[in-house]
């Protein structure tokens, strides 16, 4: 039986720079850092310590070459934050791309783009 979603992974193609806008820009921290000493290396983030759900970034060419069947687009992911206003505002300040802030049956939600233009969201229930 599945007991909770532990990582998601995320396909870009630049480590680094996916490791400072995550860590600079969102906010996020970096959990921990491992090499496999052949070229796969993997970055694991969180927006806090502790938490049971993290993004692992991923070395898209590398892994694409080791398993080209997979789909290696970026998902459709809802975080959620306390408030969206000030967070709104301090993206801005930092020169993330961001959307509308738009009211949801559910709350507020505004979209964001990171350095390689995928698209993520931020909802305040």
């Known amino acids: 039986m599945i007991k909770q979603i532990g990582q998601v992974m ?6 680094d720079q996916a490791l400072r806008f995550w860590t600079e ?3 996020f921290i970096k959990v921990s ?3 496999n000493g052949q070229g796969l290396r993997w970055i694991e983030i969180a927006p806090a310590a502790g938490l ?3 993004f692992v970034l991923h070395n898209k060419q590398l892994i694409a070459e080791m398993q080209p069947e997979l789909n290696l687009g970026t998902p459709s992911i809802l975080l959620f934050a306390d408030d969206l206003d000030t967070l709104y505002k301090d ?3 930092k020169g993330i791309t961001v959307g509308d ?3 949801m049956p559910d709350g507020r939600v505004f979209n964001f783009a990171d350095d390689e233009n995928n698209y993520f969201a931020i909802m305040q229930k």
């Open 25 to 27: 820009k969102v906010g």
């Open 52 to 54: 049971q759900t993290s």
């Open 101 to 103: 802030l738009v009211d």
């Open 33 to 35: 850092e491992a090499d």
């Open 10 to 15: 995320l396909y870009v193609n630049d480590q």
């Open 91 to 93: 993206f801005q300040a």
